[in-house]
């Protein structure tokens, strides 16, 4: 369904023909698509889906649309809205909304929701407890399997998730079953002789990356949620872990480009706030290259003697910069995937000294006959520069994959130590090197 279809059939108020083809598209594709017009047309239309397809839509609109739209609701609309959306997007919309659509809001909820929301609300940021929700099946083990197929089809339509239920003793998870193996076998069996006692579970404060992780590892796509007594308050489905990985890459992107991450897209975003996420970093790292000029000025006595010198620096400061870049996503990604701990720091600068090598040696090789048949320099020259390639290439690959792993051992994130911030540092150290190798070869 096109934008100017939708719109053709909203200014000639052909109201049925257009609920019919809003009912037959996708939710999430029905929220890009009203997300694009005017906001009282986005209204109508979005008054002439049902109820449950009226909440999935709602649930995948942006912030912005879904404060304009609850102010527009009536009260019984806004009750109907609340009836049929998960606890956790109803949570991600509590957080989000201004503080007077809340309290409009809260008016529908009853008592019973409102603990499961203050609940939500008060686990850490970046938890699982954040991510999860509410509304999971769950069993006893000694219900039969005809009983637990009628259970859940009477209560699978308010859960988000049917294709595990979980069987409990007092609160507590002892075994989970899939409402596959409850189909597949024979229907006078109990649950207790077909569940698995053997699954995977995180605590409501686990953090979400670890939850990914999980998820990634075992192939999942729901998985419990514990409290510290190991009783069974929630689920995280694999597609709010979806919208977690998005987030995280986001976030590691910015960072790697020295830049605040923030939740707000590109346009969304005004031109003050796009400076002031990045103009903090820049001031750092202006600041920080002011050492690659007082050692420039330090040897300014061998650029006198050997003029040539100098228009090898950006070559020698880019290579080692790339070197470095290079070996801290590297090791960043390795960081990420849980592939590298601390107590690997000795096999990592082993092997990333032995491909610096293999790089460095290549890269200065190239160089040096560059040098000598094409800028047609002095073999000294050219040696200065091709000994002081390997040695910044062989730097800068340390240096990018140490500061990474330091930097998640001291409880950062890793992605802070990537391109820019290493440049940085490997900028100085090749010049040092640089200056010293030339000094002592051409004996300056």
Same mark, same amino acid.
């Given at each position: 369904m096109k934008k100017e279809l939708m719109l053709e059939l909203l200014n000639t108020k052909q109201y049925k023909q257009l609920h019919t083809l809003l009912m037959e598209n996708n939710a999430v594709d029905i929220?890009?698509?009203?997300?694009?017009?005017?906001?009282?047309?986005?209204?109508?239309?979005?008054?002439?889906?049902?109820?449950?397809?009226?909440?999935?839509?709602?649930?995948?609109m942006d912030i912005k649309m879904q404060s304009q739209l609850v102010e527009l609701f009536s009260e019984k609309e806004l009750e109907s809205l609340i009836e049929n959306q998960y606890m956790d997007d109803l949570v991600d919309l509590i957080e989000e909304l201004p503080a007077n659509l809340v309290?409009?809001?809260?008016?529908?909820?009853?008592?019973?929701?409102?603990?499961?929301?203050?609940?939500? $609300?008060?686990?850490?940021?970046?938890?699982?407890?954040?991510?999860?929700?509410?509304?999971?099946?769950?069993?006893?083990?000694?219900?039969?399997?005809?009983?637990? $197929?009628?259970?859940?089809?009477?209560?699978?339509?308010?859960?988000?998730?049917?294709?595990?239920?979980?069987?409990c003793q007092d609160k507590k998870l002892i075994g989970i079953v899939s409402t596959k193996d409850i189909l597949l076998n024979d229907e006078n069996k109990s649950i207790e002789e077909i569940m698995k006692e053997d699954f995977q579970y995180v605590y409501t404060h686990t953090d979400q990356e670890e939850v990914v992780n999980i998820f990634r590892?075992?192939?999942?796509?729901?998985?419990?949620?514990?409290?510290?007594?190991?009783?069974?308050?929630?689920?995280?489905?694999?597609?709010?872990?979806?919208?977690?990985?998005?987030?995280?890459?986001?976030?590691?992107?910015?960072?790697?480009?020295?830049?605040?991450?923030?939740?707000?897209?590109?346009?969304?975003?005004?031109?003050?706030?796009?400076?002031?996420?990045?103009?903090?970093?820049? $001031?750092?790292?202006m600041f920080s290259a002011t050492l690659t000029g007082s050692i420039i000025t330090r040897y300014e006595n061998a650029f006198q003697a050997v003029p040539l010198l100098v228009s090898f620096i950006p070559m020698l400061m880019d290579t080692g910069g790339n070197a470095g870049s290079q070996a801290s996503v590297t090791v960043i990604r390795g960081l990420s995937l849980n592939e590298i701990e601390y107590r690997d720091v000795p096999k990592v600068v082993f092997k990333e000294i032995r491909v610096a090598l293999i790089c460095g040696i290549t890269l200065s090789a190239a160089n040096f006959v560059k040098l000598l048949l094409l800028d047609k320099v002095g073999v000294l020259v050219a040696a200065s520069v091709c000994l002081t390639l390997v040695a910044a290439v062989v730097i800068a690959m340390i240096i990018g994959?140490? $500061?990474?792993?330091?930097?998640?051992?001291?409880?950062?994130?890793?992605?802070?130590?990537?391109?820019?911030?290493i440049t940085t540092i490997v900028d100085a150290m090749s010049l040092l090197v640089y200056f010293r190798v030339a000094s002592a070869i051409l004996g300056l």
């Open positions: 929220a890009y698509l009203l997300q694009q017009i005017e906001i009282d047309d986005c209204a109508i239309a979005f008054r002439l889906l049902s109820k449950k397809k009226a909440a999935q839509v709602f649930s995948n309290t409009r809001l809260l008016k529908h909820v009853d008592e019973n929701q409102r603990q499961v929301i203050n609940q939500l $609300l008060s686990y850490p940021k970046d938890s699982a407890g954040t991510i999860m929700t509410t509304e999971f099946l769950s069993l006893k083990k000694e219900t039969q399997l005809e009983d637990a $197929l009628n259970y859940i089809k009477q209560n699978g339509n308010h859960c988000k998730s049917i294709y595990t239920s979980y069987v590892k075992y192939d999942l796509v729901v998985l419990p949620v514990l409290d510290d007594e190991k009783m069974l308050v929630g689920i995280v489905t694999v597609d709010d872990v979806m919208d977690v990985m998005v987030d995280e890459t986001s976030e590691d992107i910015s960072k790697m480009a020295a830049v605040e991450p923030h939740d707000k897209s590109y346009f969304e975003t005004s031109v003050f706030e796009h400076a002031k996420h990045r103009i903090i970093w820049l $001031l750092v790292l994959c140490l $500061l990474p792993i330091l930097a998640k051992r001291l409880g950062f994130d890793p992605a802070v130590m990537a391109s820019p911030f």
